[in-house]
């Protein structure tokens, strides 16, 4: 019933998509435990029945050894050696055996019977046995058994003795021995062990069945769970609590995607609501400008004013699609760079030349040292680089400082460092920096267009060369922003 209901929610959901049901893992781990115990019953009732026809066989030749012995003796110690006599001890040996009921049959090389056990069967003939064997070449497998006319299982065993009535050749002692109580016993052991295999078979399947529905509620708890998130749900959790390991760690590993689900979601409504509310700003001054444009006549140097205001607004939300765009391609996992082999100095002191008239007309000096490799994608350093000293310039006063500072951490890593002697970042500020459109400051007057993206960007650039980015920051001192770039693959 439950996973009727499962079925028949999700083909509610996605119609198109659901595959056919083929089978259900309970009842497949039900059958496969079924089968796994009544293998080994059987195993183990076979060995066992294995076991008994071996000790009833082993008990017959013992037994019919025993007593062809017992007549050789019989027919070598007594000292009357006549035909009467020696039917008397066969008669009487036959008979101390009553509960094992066998006939025995002297017989002479020429086929004559010398004695035989009174009431012999007449199909019992000498045609029904073999050949004569020795009596000490006897074994578990000497003789044969045959079924006879009258429905009975006989032993038969043929063997040369030694004659006291005619010492110049041997005789022929045959040993015919009725075996059909043990045929029966067999038959019923083979009833009783099909019926126990078949009782143990039908517990197999109810506990199978049980111990897999009882294991597989884990999974019940997940697929209900799953069921119940959506968008407005996202903070739905299973929780696992004295589950099996391996179902523990899916649950945990869902959690944990709910969690990462989550985190995204909210990522994308907070970025969705910062780019909308950035966009908003330009668009509503653009309008209001044209607005005022067209209602109220203005001269040639007004309009050209209002121009040139609007161009800096579509330069901005420009810059700010492009940085998006920029953001989404190094947020994709399968996006590529091109590293190279690069002196990393090299790239400080173009970026010092590229910043240093900007920099002088505030009244900013900016210092480069240190040297190393990188190995690193040439175009996207610039940019993250660019970020930072932009931010730089743009918080730190006249008369300061920033410092571009190159060195090889240890022999896997080089760091790039951006050191400012700026008005610093809040503590409580610091931890947000990184995020998309986070301004511990934001300014929205015109010609100060800053969309908060710069450190986004430089973390992302940093994350497709696996790299990292660390910010100190103290108020009224400055901000220091370290950036560390694998060398795993550097030449020499």
Excluded at 401 to 413: D, G, V
Excluded at 464 to 483: A, F, K, P
Aim: net charge negative.
């Amino acid at each position: 019933m439950f996973l009727k209901r499962v079925e028949t929610q999700v083909a509610e959901r996605h119609p198109y998509n659901i595959p056919s049901p083929s089978w259900s893992l309970t009842t497949l781990l039900a059958i496969l435990t079924t089968l796994a115990a009544g293998g080994i019953l059987l195993l183990a009732l076979a060995i066992v029945h294995w076991s008994l026809d071996t000790h009833l066989h082993g008990s017959t030749t013992g037994f019919l050894s025993d007593e062809i012995r017992e007549l050789q003796e019989v027919l070598h110690e007594d000292a009357h050696h006549t035909k009467p006599h020696l039917q008397e001890e066969v008669s009487h040996e036959v008979t101390s055996h009553w509960s094992t009921p066998y006939y025995v049959r002297l017989l002479r090389p020429n086929g004559d019977v010398v004695v035989e056990t009174p009431g012999i069967p007449q199909f019992l003939t000498s045609a029904v046995f073999l050949a004569p064997i020795e009596i000490n070449a006897l074994t578990s497998t000497s003789g044969t058994k045959r079924h006879l006319p009258d429905g009975d299982l006989y032993r038969l065993i043929n063997v040369l003795v030694d004659s006291p009535l005619d010492k110049q050749h041997r005789w022929h002692l045959q040993v015919a021995l009725d075996v059909s109580a043990h045929k029966r016993i067999m038959a019923n052991h083979r009833l009783q062990l099909g019926g126990l295999l078949l009782a143990g078979l039908l517990v197999s399947a109810g506990v199978g069945a049980m111990v897999a529905y009882t294991s597989l509620r884990p999974l019940r708890a997940i697929t209900l769970a799953a069921q119940r998130i959506t968008s407005q749900r996202l903070d739905e959790r299973i929780a696992p609590s004295k589950w099996p390991r391996e179902l523990m760690l899916l649950a945990s590993a869902f959690d944990t995607m709910l969690d990462q689900l989550e985190d995204a979601f909210n990522r994308l409504s907070q970025f969705a609501g910062d780019l909308a509310h950035e966009l908003r700003r330009p668009l509503q001054r653009l309008k209001g400008e044209a607005e005022t444009a067209l209602t109220h006549p203005a001269q040639l140097d007004d309009y050209q004013h209002i121009l040139g205001t609007s161009l800096e607004e579509y330069e901005h939300m420009a810059n700010t699609i492009d940085d998006l765009l920029f953001l989404a391609r190094t947020a994709n996992p399968r996006h590529e760079i091109a590293p190279e082999h690069l002196e990393g100095q090299g790239i400080l002191y173009a970026m010092q030349s590229y910043f240093e008239a900007l920099a002088e007309e505030q009244g900013i000096e900016i210092i480069c040292e240190g040297k190393g490799r990188l190995y690193a994608d040439p175009t996207l350093v610039r940019r993250a680089l660019s970020n930072l000293l932009s931010n730089a310039i743009r918080y730190t006063p006249p008369q300061g400082t920033i410092t571009l500072a190159l060195y090889e951490t240890s022999e896997s890593a080089t760091e790039i460092s951006v050191r400012d002697t700026g008005c610093g970042i809040a503590p409580d500020h610091l931890p947000h920096v990184l995020n998309r459109f986070y301004q511990a400051t934001p300014t929205h007057t015109p010609g100060q267009h800053h969309s908060g993206l710069g450190l986004a960007i430089v973390q992302s650039i940093m994350n497709v060369h696996d790299g990292q980015v660390n910010i100190e920051s103290t108020l009224g001192t400055g901000t220091t922003v370290r950036l560390t770039f694998p060398r795993g693959d550097i030449e020499p």
